[in-house]
């Protein structure tokens, strides 16, 4: 399994603090299951804005081989975006596209601030991969209209499956699994107080997809 949304690179952005914890996130992970992480901190955020030497420089210091490479998680501001001269995208899709992992401000999601960008971002070569939908509290419906439209992908949490089954995030990320609406998901980890979440996360995930849910821990897309 590949875990392609984290922030578990220390002093880059609102992840660990200090080596020791950054280590114990990627070991317990390892022991989860994953064999892979690519680490996502935070890019064009109002309050994080790490350069690729940045972080290529916390990924050496860690050593691990179960990082093998980096990306980031675009707050999405098509015009820095497009700026970037290399923006280590998680994939390349057959028409060329890159897919970059974006996130959208939680609060400010109206329908054509939504399409303006996923359409811009279109135009310009990529395809975004949309963070942590389940924080939205937008309808499936307004999901799959856009997947009509656009090319996009979705990406679920999976701490929101640690929660009681009466929770609406868990329970919209189960319906658009059932519906096909989700193409990946990560654990977003920001810290070591996280892991009981994520290992009970792993565990429901397992045993409620049992031979599918290997699918949704891919760093490669098709559209």
């Known amino acids: 399994m590949i875990d392609i949304h984290s922030h578990l690179l220390h002093g880059i952005d609102d992840g660990p603090d200090n080596i020791d914890d950054s280590l114990e996130i990627i070991r317990h992970l390892s022991s989860f299951g994953f064999t892979q992480l690519i680490p996502t901190p935070h890019k064009f955020h ?4 790490p350069t690729p030497a940045e972080v290529n420089a916390k990924v050496m210091e860690l050593k691990r081989s179960i990082i093998k490479r980096f990306s980031f998680e675009y707050f999405c501001n098509v015009p820095q975006i497009k700026k970037v001269e290399d923006h280590y ?10 897919v970059i992992l974006v996130e959208f401000p939680a609060m400010v999601l109206r329908k054509d601030f939504v399409e303006d960008k996923i359409s811009a971002l279109n135009q310009a070569g ?14 499936d419906e307004f999901w799959a209209e856009l997947k009509g439209k656009y090319q996009l992908y979705l990406q679920g949490g999976i701490k929101a499956f640690a929660r009681p089954f009466y929770d609406n995030s868990k329970k919209q990320l189960m319906r658009m699994i059932r ?17 009981p979440k994520v290992e009970k996360a792993i565990d429901f995930i397992m045993k409620e997809y049992r031979g599918e849910y290997k699918k949704f821990f891919a760093d490669s897309f098709e559209h």
């Open 46 to 49: 109002i309050l994080f804005d």
């Open 89 to 98: 995208e998680l994939s390349v899709i057959k028409d060329g596209k890159k």
């Open 126 to 139: 990529f395809v975004p991969l949309i963070a942590h939908i389940e924080r939205y509290g937008k309808s």
């Open 179 to 195: 519906a096909g609406l989700i193409d990946n998901l990560a654990t977003d980890i920001h810290s070591v107080s996280q892991l």
